[in-house]
């Protein structure tokens, strides 16, 4: 198993470019969650998803949209990118939203919009 | 590897010595309070978690505590290594089950 991955590692945006960050599982994980990591801060939860077609806000979802067509992949759009949103970007996933609390987390995209 | 933060607090333990982590949280609501490790370059790892009924569990070198009185979570950990050196987060879940809230972290130092 690969587990999460994520893609790409690194990028540097323009303001107002877009871009969407990668993310899949090969653990038929049913929830699935998009955080930020600012420095010196914990994570913020910014989308997660239950399941295929299904997905819902978390603490800091302005700026970008997420889908879920697919139990494996739960991509993250940015349309207009500020410097506000740059950060290490987290993925996650998770067997059991009710009883379990383990997420397992990809490797993390560092992103810088200048 | 990135920088998870530049002022987080800090905690420097000589190996072989034992370590003690501590957290403090907001939300009494909170069904579970759960511990992650970061080491540079890399995303959060699961190391124990622990439920609100709960005032210990214990895992391999690992201790959690809760303390609801005063709102406060301690990660003990024994005979700590050179490997455990990363930063420590303390989060909780919601009774909702699908959100978790993280801590800023502490920043463990292990000396050889």
């Known amino acids: 198993n690969a587990g999460v991955t994520q893609t790409p590692k690194f990028r540097i945006l323009k303001i107002g470019q877009s871009m969407t960050l990668q993310c899949a599982q090969d653990m038929n994980h049913n929830y699935m969650y998009w955080y930020r990591q600012d420095p010196g801060m914990g994570l913020k939860l910014i989308y997660y998803s239950v399941g295929a077609g299904i997905t819902d806000k978390g603490e800091v979802p302005n700026g970008y949209n997420v889908s879920r067509s697919t139990t494996e992949d739960f991509p993250l759009r940015l349309e207009l990118a500020a410097p506000s949103q740059t950060s290490v970007y987290f993925c996650?996933?998770?067997?059991?939203?009710?009883?379990?609390?383990?997420?397992?987390f990809g490797p993390g995209t560092r992103l810088t919009v200048l | 590897g990135e920088s998870v933060g530049l002022h987080l607090p800090t905690l420097s333990v000589q190996e072989g010595d034992n370590s003690i982590i501590n957290c403090a949280y907001s939300n009494s609501a909170s069904d579970y309070f759960i511990w992650y490790k970061q080491e540079s370059g890399k995303g959060p790892q699961f190391i124990i978690d622990i439920r609100s009924n709960m005032d210990k569990r214990q895992g391999q070198r690992v201790t959690v505590l809760l303390n609801k009185t005063v709102k406060h979570l301690s990660l003990q950990i024994a005979a700590t290594q050179p490997g455990d050196s990363a930063v420590y987060f303390c989060a909780e879940r919601d009774t909702g089950g699908f959100k978790t809230i993280f801590g800023a972290g502490t920043r463990l130092f292990v000396k050889a």
């Open positions: 996650a996933s998770s067997p059991l939203a009710g009883g379990g609390n383990e997420q397992f």
